[in-house]
């Protein structure tokens, strides 16, 4: 598959930002030389970027309506069903939900051709994950404070969803054509225990699309084409158990909890490329004064490096290993020895989209070509699964300024928040070769 624009958009690397000239129609672009000069210039695609300027408010207003929708993963029936509406309004084709949850929709201007797959091969992926790392319990309302939007999951990802919406209602507005589809996806199960499940779901068939690009969150500059990996165990020690002072000496899950855990908290150091172990959450047994039967804890494993991860990995198991023998030795002559489950709750793979290849490139040009400097960065997103299946992908903030992530206190301020979302239309343009 060729990774190429027939525009040529990034067959060479980006003129400086020095050499760019503040362009002096409206937007605040900088026009710069070569194709993405002409991606500015393209008549259909300003049209597409004053669209997108003209709707900012309505689109501000799009991001408080789905953020007040909860959507915790694995329940985000509800958003998805209304983003469905939503791009079925801005005009795309055949917008779907599919079987796991996940909003399909179609652009296909496309002279001369039709596309009967559901994902062909070559066409372009453009999306945004539908849920949150809150749970059904909490209030997700909106409250507007002066420049601010606050509320839990404004920015990630209701604005990722906002921007998805408004490039898709842009692109039919202007009937800018293209040499490629653009499938637009609103994804289910990006965090946390969804493990990137909606994602998997949307690159299932076999056809390999030609890039793809997620909008994840707030920001102008930040380009993700490293993908952090991770893995996430759930372990849990069983024993017999018993009154804490009538069975004292059995092997207590307890124990070999904090034992793993100490033994965790000094892991074999890996500092290039970084790669971490952290003990997030544990929890066991049934009263003040009883020995529990069983006694859990779960552990994340991060790296960007594969090899360096199932290293750490191996390594973990090995300390697991050590906990449980070392619990039992210590248990009174003929007790039941204590077992472990190891259980892995999450697999998220790592890897990278170069930064010389076109995709990074033409997302560097357009981070330019808005008038910001760019900053090449590792996460866990969406991103993670088409990168390891040899599919471009990057992750792209889509405007604005954002803090409080993963906190009920999360906040938005639409800072430049037009330009983020044309920033991710230049790029989708120069991907699906805009003509």
């Known amino acids: 598959m060729s990774c190429r624009s027939s525009m040529g958009l990034v067959s060479r690397p980006p003129q400086s930002r020095s050499s760019c000239k503040r362009a002096k129609r409206h937007h605040s672009l900088h026009t710069m030389p070569g194709p993405m000069e002409g991606l500015l210039s393209h008549d259909r695609l300003r049209a597409a970027r004053a669209h997108i300027e003209r709707s900012d408010e309505a689109t ?3 991001q408080a309506a789905l953020s007040a929708i909860p959507a915790p993963t694995g329940a985000e029936g509800a958003r998805g069903a209304r983003v469905a509406e939503m791009l079925d309004e801005a005009g795309l084709e055949n917008v779907t939900i599919d079987d796991v949850g996940n909003v399909r929709g179609w652009y296909r201007n496309v002279a001369g051709t039709q596309h009967a797959a559901p994902l062909p091969d070559g066409s372009v992926v453009l999306s945004a994950h539908l849920d949150t790392v809150f749970g059904p319990e909490l209030d997700v309302s909106v409250a507007r404070r002066g420049p601010r939007l ?5 920015a990630d990802n209701a604005r990722g969803l906002a921007a998805l919406v408004a490039i898709g209602g842009a692109l039919v507005r202007a009937r800018v054509e293209t040499r490629r589809p653009v499938l637009f996806a609103a994804t289910v199960g990006e965090e946390g225990s969804g493990d990137l499940r909606g994602v998997r779901h949307l690159l299932e068939n076999p056809a390999r699309p030609h890039a793809f690009i997620a909008l994840d969150g707030a920001g102008i500059e930040r380009i993700v084409h490293r993908a952090l990996g991770c893995r996430r165990y759930h372990i849990a020690f069983h024993g017999p158990g018993g009154h804490s002072w009538a069975a004292f000496g059995v ?11 100490a033994l ?10 970084r790669t971490t172990c952290a003990v997030v959450r544990l929890g066991g047994g049934t009263s003040l004064n009883s020995i529990p039967q069983t006694a859990w804890f779960e552990v994340d494993l ?9 290293k750490l990995d191996r390594a973990v198991q090995a300390i697991l290993t050590q906990a449980l023998d070392e619990e039992n030795r210590h248990r009174v002559p003929g007790t039941v ?3 472990i489950d190891v259980r892995r709750v ?19 040009a357009a981070t330019r070509a808005v008038g910001h400097d760019h900053q090449l960065a590792c996460a866990s997103t969406d991103a993670n699964v088409p990168i390891a299946l040899g599919v471009p992908a990057v992750a792209l903030g889509a405007g604005g300024r954002a803090g409080d992530a993963h906190l009920p206190t999360e906040w938005y301020e ?13 790029v989708t343009a120069a991907m699906a070769e805009a003509q």
């Open 346 to 364: 999450g697999d998220r793979p790592s890897g990278l989209t170069p930064r010389a290849h076109p995709l990074v490139q033409a997302a560097v």
């Open 264 to 273: 965790l908290a000094d892991p074999p150091a890996h500092r290039a490329p």
């Open 251 to 261: 092997a207590n899950p307890a124990n070999a909890v904090g034992r793993a855990v």
């Open 150 to 154: 606050e509320g839990p999951g404004i």
């Open 414 to 426: 639409n800072d430049k928040g037009a330009l983020g979302i044309v920033r991710a239309l230049l």
């Open 60 to 62: 501000l207003g799009r």
């Open 337 to 339: 020895p204590l077992t």
């Open 302 to 310: 991060r790296s960007e490096d594969p090899r360096a991860l199932e």
